[in-house]
């Protein structure tokens, strides 16, 4: 390998085949010197930003750079990179399309507090989103994020939503401790494939005042009996209802 002072040299002012070969160099000056060259491209930018092993100075040094970091695809880059520094992060995420903030959820290597205010800055554009953009979304999400599109209530997105494979028990279970979801929501998880053969989901499902009556009948014989005692002091739960899992819990007793 050449020296620094001669990579950085090649980097400045070299042509296209220098660049493409020292966009790989280890030297963080050399990549500042790729910077200064008229003929680097975003396309090379982008080449260097998928580096895993870049310092975070030079990360910051990029989104500093008024001609670069006008571009998307570079700000989407630098928030996914793991080692972009917080406040810059911070600063860009505001500026990033709604499927670029879907990527930065979905990198294991950003940190838990911007994926955090990613899916916020999703939420928030939540309503204005048309319903296409909605169903995919529901397809592609994090759990957070599913989740408040299922208390959107939105009919022609639930399905999407209940088959997003990063749903999770816990997230489905917050959304159903919800008394304001639209009737369809609660239904949908009812008869899903999946969801409406768990137990927590469907002990939640008895107690959700929008499950039709049948519905949370048929589940009774699953619940258990301690359940069914919990059950019948739930005054969330409509009065007929109760009385049925209380002739239930007494039919348990009596089977002893």
């Not at 997105?157 to 609660?186: F, H, M, Q, W, Y």
């Not at 469907?202 to 919990?230: C, E, I, S, Y």
Request: with cysteine; net charge positive; proline share 7%.
């Amino acid at each position: 390998m050449k020296k620094l002072d001669e990579r950085i040299e090649q980097a400045a002012r070299g042509g296209p085949e220098e660049i493409r070969r020292l966009v790989h160099d280890p030297g963080v000056e050399v990549l500042e010197g790729l910077l200064r060259n008229p003929l680097f491209t975003e396309e090379h930018l982008l080449v260097v930003l998928n580096r895993k092993d870049l310092p975070g100075t030079f990360l910051e040094e990029i989104a500093g750079h008024k001609e670069w970091i006008q571009s998307q695809r570079v700000k989407a880059a630098v928030v996914q990179h793991p080692r972009t520094p917080r406040l810059v992060s911070l600063k860009l995420l505001k500026f990033l399309y709604l499927f670029d903030l879907v990527t930065v959820c979905l990198q294991p290597a950003v940190p838990a507090e911007i994926k955090r205010l990613a899916e916020d800055q999703i939420i928030g554009r939540m309503e204005q989103l048309p319903v296409g953009q909605q169903i995919t979304l529901g397809r592609r999400s994090t759990a957070r994020v599913v989740a408040a599109l299922l208390l959107e209530g939105n009919e022609p997105v639930i399905p999407a939503a209940l088959d997003n494979p990063l749903l999770t028990e816990g997230a489905l279970l917050g959304v159903l401790r919800r008394d304001d979801l639209a009737e369809k929501v609660v239904e949908q998880i009812a008869h899903h494939p999946k969801w409406s053969h768990r137990y927590d989901v469907r002990l939640q499902l008895v107690r959700h005042p929008l499950t039709p009556l049948a519905t949370a009948l048929g589940f009774l014989p699953d619940l258990k009996p301690g359940d069914l005692k919990l059950l019948t002091q739930d005054r969330r739960m409509p009065v007929a209802l109760r009385q049925y899992v209380k002739a239930e819990a007494e039919r348990r007793l009596q089977r002893r």
